[in-house]
């Protein structure tokens, strides 16, 4: 069975927060805890999917957080400037499941500010999909483009169609 694709938001710290969200915004999973290695922050999420992107509320990303996302080949996504306090609420507001602290509450805002910067990115990959190619291959070409840099939807299709 072929996995979810996820985008993971990451608090690091001495209590990790970190949520989960697909690529349409519903929220997988949102937890915290305590001296959460890397390693078992990664064990923990790909149970629940393929991540492909990470995101952060800060800039520049700490060094967790860079090595989260190198550990799952996936695309890191922060701020131009640290996200506020403000910023990180109203992000967080429409969700249906509630931050239980502060740390999960800036991994909900991280991985929702991640997803919003690839939204437009998701659109045109599935509206090429629709006119051009195959849409039944969305998950792949969309796994392939954010995870391998430069490429384009063309390339990602080809290279799927060469495997099958």
């Given at each position: 069975m072929k996995k979810k694709l996820t985008v993971l938001g990451v608090d690091p710290g001495a209590t990790v927060g970190y949520a989960l969200l697909d690529l349409n915004g519903n929220t997988i999973c949102v937890?915290?805890?305590?001296?959460?290695?890397?390693?078992?922050?990664?064990?923990?999420?790909i149970e629940y999917g393929k991540v492909v992107v990470v995101g952060c509320d800060v800039s520049p990303p700490p060094r967790f957080v860079k090595e989260v996302s190198k550990?799952?080949?996936?695309m890191l996504i922060y701020p131009q400037k640290n996200l506020t306090i403000k910023e990180k609420k109203r992000l967080v507001r429409l969700k249906k499941k509630e931050p239980k602290n502060r740390h999960e509450r800036d991994a909900l805002a991280s991985a929702i500010f991640a997803l919003k910067r690839i939204k437009h990115l998701l659109e045109k990959i599935?509206?090429?999909?629709?006119?051009?190619y195959d849409i039944k291959v969305a998950d792949e070409v969309k796994e392939i483009i954010l995870t391998k840099k430069g490429l384009t939807i063309e390339r990602a299709f080809k290279t799927i169609k060469k495997k099958k």
């Open positions: 937890g915290s805890r305590r001296n959460l290695s890397i390693s078992n922050l990664v064990l923990k999420i550990r799952l080949n996936a599935d509206t090429a999909l629709k006119k051009k």
